[in-house]
């Protein structure tokens, strides 16, 4: 039998590749928050759509699932991909990712950080959406 967190993690990677609001969306708790470090802390029902906007392809390669919990019980995931993204012009714009996942009891998403060093990505998305993008 497959593990949830990681049969979660495999639904959210595809529902990413196939730009899947709904899918996406079916993972999180209705409070939820993506952190993003381009587009800022935003509600998953307004981040994805936007995410899904900026992407013309998305290439995801998973290396690594973690889970347990944090320093005050909290159930936790993280999950380590490759994500060769290419913004609307089909420029690529590819990093290295972890996403941190913190868990209600029923195994949704209550928050998600997106960490990466944006060091060679941001210029491009700026490039590609001509403004700023978010910063903190």
Known sequence: MEDPLEAAVETYLSALRE??????L????????????????????????????????????????MHGRDTTGVRTMSFWFHFDWRLPSGAAAPFDVVDAVTLDDDGLFTSLHILYDTVDVRPAFEAEIGRPSWRP
């Open 26 to 65: 079916s993972l999180f708790a209705p409070d939820a928050v993506v952190h993003s470090p381009l587009y800022g802390p935003m509600a998953p029902s307004d981040f994805y759509p936007r995410l899904f906007a900026d992407t013309s392809a998305a290439n995801l390669e998973l290396r690594s699932v």
């Open 19 to 24: 730009a899947d609001v709904e899918r996406v």
